[in-house]
């Protein structure tokens, strides 16, 4: 087993980024050249990523959309992903997970590296804004070396969850949202534009969605002079962090939106580049945008309720309804909740990282002990089980018999079998059931 020797001046960090989705391995990807402690005479990092395969693993194009190059990517089961850091050295991981698949490689790499002083720091957290199961991501992301809180007040939040329980707390450690950027907002462009940021799953129905839809297309038409602009995640048969079972793309048309109302795609930062008014139920992009300091707006149409997201908004001075934005306007954000939330916007984002990059250069100069997280088969025999047999790994984070990949690359013909299952399997969540849950309600 090879080992980890942390890397010099005349060599590059090595970073291995696990991501679940695209969200996720934008933000591990990103995550990783920001946490990087680097000085004057370090090379540039080399990162490796590898794609969990499933549902939501990325298609070529959107991980072209995220833009972050990787010296190699890899799509891999659980198990697939543990062999590799048995054998491969790296300095750092991130796990780019949802809380469960965090959980399931802790227990994996502590098992793969039992007995080893030098193995590679583990780095996890959050994608965005944390509205829902505070408790049980946080807890199931417990074990990481470093979890990452992308405010002062998530970083207040996170260490009250874990002392309460009795965990230890000192792995959270405060930085800001990795893909924050762009050059402020200077003024009005020409013509004013309009985006209204879109999420795959909040809200959900088709009644919801159309009504968002009818109200933009509304707004495009009472103000002709505006571009309005939809922006998607998605297209369709590529699956987010979220399944998507009622695309924009097809509800629209159903409608017959004026000519200065678009669809389009593209990465979020480049959008914003020509954003007067960003629009959006809850999305990350929202801090995005009050980053650049872009005249933001979070809905109150459907309410302002927790299964929204929106809200987390509260106090923010960006709540609105589309009657307000019909009739102009422009909503003037709180700076101190702002402050809060790790956006950044008073021009220290450069240095939002620097807690991190000490903790894991110190990390990396000295042994670490062996991961433990707060869950273990004494502490959770009813819950963590079924954690670690979804990824294939038994109690002690070993593959279970017959896991797929455990002891060989899969051939040609499995890969071809892989494919067509995965697309099957997105062709029935995406337009089988929706049409059975339908068919369900009549």
Known sequence: MPASTPATSTTPLRIAVLADSDTRWKWGALTAHRIAPRDDAQEALSLSGFLLRGRATPTPRQLAEVGVEAESLREVTSVEFLRAMAEEPYDIVVLALVGGGVQAMLHGLKRVWEGRADRPVVVTGYV???????????????????????????????????????????????????????????????????????????????????????????????????????????????????????????????????????????????????????????????????????????????????????????????????????????????????????????????????????????????????????????????????????HHLGPDGSPLPGAPAADKEPGPVRQIVRRAARGAYRHGVQRVAPVIRRMGEL
């Open 128 to 390: 965005g804004v944390v509205y829902e199961k505070l408790a049980d991501g946080l807890l199931l992301r417990h074990g990481a070396d470093l979890v990452l809180a992308n405010s002062r007040q998530d970083a207040e939040r996170f260490r009250s969850v874990y002392e309460g329980v009795g965990a230890d707390a000192s792995a959270v450690t405060e930085v800001a949202l990795p893909f924050l950027g762009g050059a402020a907002y200077e003024g009005e462009h020409d013509p004013y534009t309009v985006v209204f940021a879109v999420q795959p799953s909040v809200p959900d129905s088709r009644k919801d969605r159309t009504y968002l839809l009818n109200r933009l297309i509304k707004h495009a038409r009472l103000h002709p002079e505006r571009e309005v602009l939809l922006k998607l995640r998605s297209k369709p048969g590529e699956h987010t962090t979220h399944i998507e079972e009622q695309p924009y793309q097809k509800l629209v048309q159903r409608l017959a939106p004026p000519p200065n109302f678009r669809l389009v795609y593209g990465n979020m930062g480049e959008v914003l580049d020509r954003t007067d008014l960003l629009v959006t139920i809850s999305s990350t992009a929202a801090l995005e945008s009050l980053h650049r300091r872009i005249p933001t707006v979070v809905l109150t149409d459907l309410g302002v309720r927790e299964v929204l997201g929106n809200h987390h908004f509260v106090g923010s001075g960006c709540l609105a309804s589309w009657d307000q934005l019909d009739e102009g306007h422009r909503p003037s954000p709180d700076p101190e909740w702002v402050a809060r939330q790790g956006v950044v916007a008073d021009g220290s984002y450069a240095t939002a990282f620097d807690a991190a990059r000490e903790r894991i250069a110190k990390l990396l100069a000295g042994s670490l002990p062996p991961l433990t997280p707060y869950y273990t088969p004494a502490t959770a025999p009813g819950y963590l089980p079924g954690i670690l047999a979804r």
